[in-house]
T-cell receptor, first 111, second 116 residues
Framework: GQQLNQSPQSMFIQEGEDVSMNCTSS?????WLWYKQDPGEGPVLLIA?????ELTSNGRLTAQFGITRKDSFLNISASIPSDVGIYFC???????????FGTGTRLKVLA | GAVVSQHPSRVICKSGTSVKIECRSL??????MFWYRQFPKQSLMLMAT?????????EQGVEKDKFLINHASLTLSTLTVTSAHPEDSSFYIC????????????FGPGTRLTVL
């Protein structure tokens, strides 16, 4: 099935550093969602974006809906060890409830 | 709010047997639920859309006779893996879209299926 390209695929960072990741699509989306998945568990919704250009924060997390509607970005400020996990973007086109998921960004935080 | 449960969390079965996985929305109604499969270190792949009161819609390449979906009520969808084989071993995750929401989906904790 179709997947969105996420970058980077994985990253090691030091505790306290900021993290940036992005998701790109060849299609235009109406909604972007960002999820975090811990090992052996289901994804947990972090942030939802509904309009092009929208910038939304959830604590130390900030996500943006790209103005072209073909990309989205997630930033994590001042990372902490519990930020470890896999982050997935998901995009939805108009006329469907279905989401397409990104390939994931695996984050590892070094204390 | 928006809690989704799955049962069982883990199941080990012999090849050729059938396994049923339940997905429940605990504090909201969900006419539409989704079933995903996730292989190790890979992303979530949508298998099918489950609709209460009607037939499920399967994604291309997913065998509907092998993966039976029943959406019996507004809070329960089941996925039955029939005649399971080792290649069906995977992490199966459901999500539910609250009827009040157009845009968001909430995931269950997943079911780890191992077929011996």
């Amino acid at each position: 099935g179709q997947q969105l390209n996420q970058s980077p695929q994985s990253m090691f960072i030091q505790e306290g550093e900021d993290v940036s990741m992005n998701c790109t699509s060849s299609s235009i989306f109406n909604t972007w969602l960002w999820y975090k998945q811990d090992p052996g568990e289901g994804p947990v919704l972090l942030i939802a974006l509904y309009k092009a250009g929208e910038l939304t924060s959830n604590g130390r997390l900030t996500a943006q809906f790209g103005i072209t509607r073909k990309d989205s970005f997630l930033n994590i400020s001042a990372s902490i060890p519990s930020d470890v996990g896999i982050y997935f973007c998901a995009g939805r086109s108009s006329g469907t409830y279905k989401y397409i998921f990104g390939t994931g960004t695996r984050l590892k935080v070094l204390a | 709010g928006a809690v989704v449960s799955q049962h069982p969390s883990r199941v080990i079965c012999k090849s050729g047997t059938s396994v049923k996985i339940e997905c429940r929305s605990l504090d909201f109604q969900a006419t539409t639920m989704f079933w995903y499969r996730q292989f190790p270190k890979q992303s979530l792949m949508l298998m099918a859309t489950s609709n209460e009161g009607s037939k499920a819609t399967y994604e291309q390449g997913v065998e509907k006779d092998k993966f039976l979906i029943n959406h019996a009520s507004l809070t329960l969808s089941t996925l039955t893996v029939t005649s399971a084989h080792p290649e069906d071993s995977s992490f199966y995750i459901c999500s539910a879209k609250p009827d009040r929401e157009v845009n968001e989906q909430f995931f269950g904790p997943g079911t780890r299926l191992t077929v011996l």
